[in-house]
């Protein structure tokens, strides 16, 4: 699956106009490598048919990975930019905790959570154009499996509020560095339902906060997107 995300990302970088490379165009396109870190807090956990086991007890982890990433960028005008950025990861989560034990991974799921934001971007700063931004993220669960025997997992969608900030290095025409960071708030309901041979009770339910950071580290080429459909006068952004 990653070998194929690889592939994606390289082709889209082929197929970029050649020679089109304009560091003041009005679109942008960034191939990045991007580190993912969680910051776990599980709000609440019922199993067993009972009632929540020690509200705000951290009984899961999500796993932290490095994964390819895709940033696409239309600007507005020199200064505001609206950004769609995302990715593909499998994510697993360990289960442990003073009321369920050390379980080790009790359940996995592939993500795409693509995130959205409007961008301020500095200028008057030479080559080095830094930049903040704010959004949203949304989360799509798919491919889930369960971990514990006698139980399927569905984890919920979720949305989550995004803030960032990054910098370019500008290569020269259009090319650009770029580091990126993000950090997004958000939560989602896992479920484990028996499917008739679990012994933890009727369902397994846990609330759980995920909190993402994304750092990334990427190359960007900047163009006009006029370039793609043909050579035309295009007046540059104001």
């Given at each position: 699956?990653?070998?194929?995300?690889?592939?994606?990302?390289?082709?889209?970088?082929?197929?970029?106009?050649?020679?089109?490379?304009?560091?003041?165009?009005?679109?942008?396109?960034?191939?990045?490598?991007?580190?993912?870190?969680?910051?776990?807090?599980?709000?609440?956990?019922?199993?067993?048919?009972?009632?929540?086991?020690?509200?705000?007890?951290?009984?899961?982890?999500?796993?932290?990975?490095?994964?390819?990433?895709?940033?696409?960028?239309?600007?507005?005008?020199?200064?505001?930019?609206?950004?769609?950025?995302?990715?593909?990861?499998?994510?697993?989560?360990?289960?442990?905790?003073?009321?369920?034990?050390?379980?080790?991974?009790?359940?996995?799921?592939?993500?795409?959570?693509?995130?959205?934001?409007?961008?301020?971007?500095?200028?008057?700063?030479?080559?080095?154009?830094?930049?903040?931004?704010?959004?949203?993220?949304?989360?799509?669960?798919?491919?889930?499996?369960?971990?514990?025997?006698?139980?399927?997992?569905?984890?919920?969608?979720?949305?989550?509020?995004?803030?960032?900030?990054?910098?370019?290095?500008?290569?020269?025409?259009?090319?650009?560095?770029?580091?990126?960071?993000?950090?997004?708030?958000e939560d989602?309901?896992?479920?484990?339902?028996?499917?008739?041979?679990g012994t933890?009770?009727?369902?397994?339910?846990?609330?759980?906060?995920?909190?993402?950071?994304?750092?990334?580290?990427?190359?960007?080429?900047?163009?006009?997107?006029?370039?793609?459909?043909?050579?035309?006068?295009?007046?540059?952004?104001?």
């Amino acid at each position: 699956m990653r070998l194929g995300l690889v592939a994606l990302l390289v082709g889209a970088a082929m197929a970029l106009p050649a020679q089109a490379g304009d560091s003041n165009g009005n679109f942008q396109v960034k191939l990045g490598a991007t580190g993912v870190w969680t910051d776990d807090d599980t709000k609440s956990f019922t199993a067993l048919g009972g009632a929540n086991l020690i509200p705000g007890g951290n009984y899961a982890t999500t796993t932290d990975n490095a994964i390819p990433s895709l940033t696409l960028t239309y600007y507005l005008n020199n200064n505001l930019a609206v950004e769609l950025f995302c990715c593909f990861d499998r994510v697993g989560v360990d289960a442990h905790g003073p009321a369920v034990g050390a379980l080790g991974e009790v359940a996995s799921t592939w993500i795409f959570p693509p995130i959205l934001t409007l961008q301020y971007h500095f200028d008057g700063l030479g080559p080095i154009k830094p930049y903040v931004g704010v959004g949203a993220e949304w989360v799509h669960y798919f491919d889930s499996k369960s971990k514990i025997d006698g139980y399927s997992v569905d984890f919920d969608d979720s949305f989550g509020f995004a803030l960032q900030a990054g910098v370019d290095y500008d290569l020269g025409q259009g090319w650009s560095l770029g580091v990126d960071v993000k950090k997004v708030w958000e939560d989602t309901k896992v479920t484990w339902t028996n499917t008739g041979t679990g012994t933890l009770g009727p369902n397994v339910i846990a609330k759980h906060d995920i909190d993402p950071l994304f750092v990334t580290a990427n190359l960007g080429y900047r163009f006009n997107l006029s370039d793609l459909f043909g050579s035309r006068q295009v007046e540059p952004l104001k």
